[in-house]
């Protein structure tokens, strides 16, 4: 009864926000670790004031609760703002993790370097028939090309006029390698089939003129003249060497043994 009446005292003697303040003040005095008979006891053993100085001494305990409460809900407030803004860093990391993910994959069907002169040095490429890397010089020129297609991987580099001088591929499974001249004409090929290793060697048109071959049944080496015609034949096999001559016809002229 007394709180009361003091609260609304307080709230005529200066004071607009008297409900406020006695809301405060009851939750500020709930929450204290005074037991209210000590209180009591206290407040009965105090001297006798004045109705003016009991009104202000009492008046102070309502400002002081009140104060106290404010800074009880300020701590409130800022602990449930950090316990939300944890939730909601949990739940956005939960959410944007695929998206994050997905940030480290880039699709596109071609992606091109360029130097600091805005020259093309590297493209990379994806179609129907294949993907490839073709890698330039300062010039533009095509240098090296990286592909695979439906017949497998290949290789080719080339020369500063852009002629094709080196080429590795694995074309029907078998790996071959050729070498070509300044005019792009393939001097030299060795593949590796099935039935064994071979060795063709070429003129400036492209024509075999020597095939080195080595196989189930031994070595062999063929020499063919400018009409590509086997003019000469050297073979070990199981029964032992042989050596056969041919005229410009093909046809044999000489065997030894």
């Given at each position: 009864m007394v709180i009361v009446g003091v609260g609304g005292t307080g709230a005529s003697a200066g004071h607009p926000d008297g409900r406020e303040g006695r809301i405060a003040g009851v939750s500020a005095l709930a929450s204290a670790s005074v037991k209210p008979y000590s209180r009591c006891?206290?407040?009965?053993?105090?001297?006798?004031?004045?109705?003016?100085?009991?009104?202000?001494h009492l008046e102070s305990e309502l400002v002081r609760a009140k104060r106290s409460n404010r800074l009880l809900l300020?701590?409130?407030?800022?602990?449930?703002?950090?316990?939300m803004s944890v939730d909601?860093?949990?739940e956005a990391r939960a959410e944007n993790q695929p998206a994050a993910a997905a940030l480290n994959e880039i699709h596109a069907r071609a992606f091109i370097l360029e130097d600091a002169n805005g020259k093309a040095r590297a493209k990379l490429t994806a179609n129907k028939d294949g993907t490839g890397l073709t890698l330039y010089d300062e010039n533009g020129k095509n240098r090296a090309t990286l592909g695979v297609t439906s017949e497998g991987p290949g290789l080719v580099?080339?020369?500063?006029?852009?002629?094709?001088?080196?080429?590795?591929?694995?074309?029907?499974?078998?790996?071959?390698l050729s070498l070509s001249d300044e005019n792009g004409v393939t001097r030299a090929n060795l593949v590796a089939l099935n039935a064994g290793p071979g060795l063709a060697l070429s003129d400036e048109r492209g024509e075999n003129r020597a095939r080195l071959v080595v196989v189930d049944k031994g070595p062999g080496l063929v020499l063919l003249d400018e009409n590509g015609k086997s003019r000469a034949r050297l073979a070990v096999s199981k029964s032992g060497p042989g050596l056969v001559l041919s005229d410009k016809s093909g046809n044999p002229v000489k065997t030894v043994p």
């Open positions: 006891v206290n407040l009965m053993k105090a001297p006798r004031m004045t109705m003016e100085q009991r009104l202000g300020t701590g409130i407030a800022i602990a449930l703002a950090f316990l909601h860093v949990r580099l080339f020369d500063e006029n852009g002629k094709s001088r080196v080429a590795l591929d694995t074309s029907a499974g078998a790996p071959g």
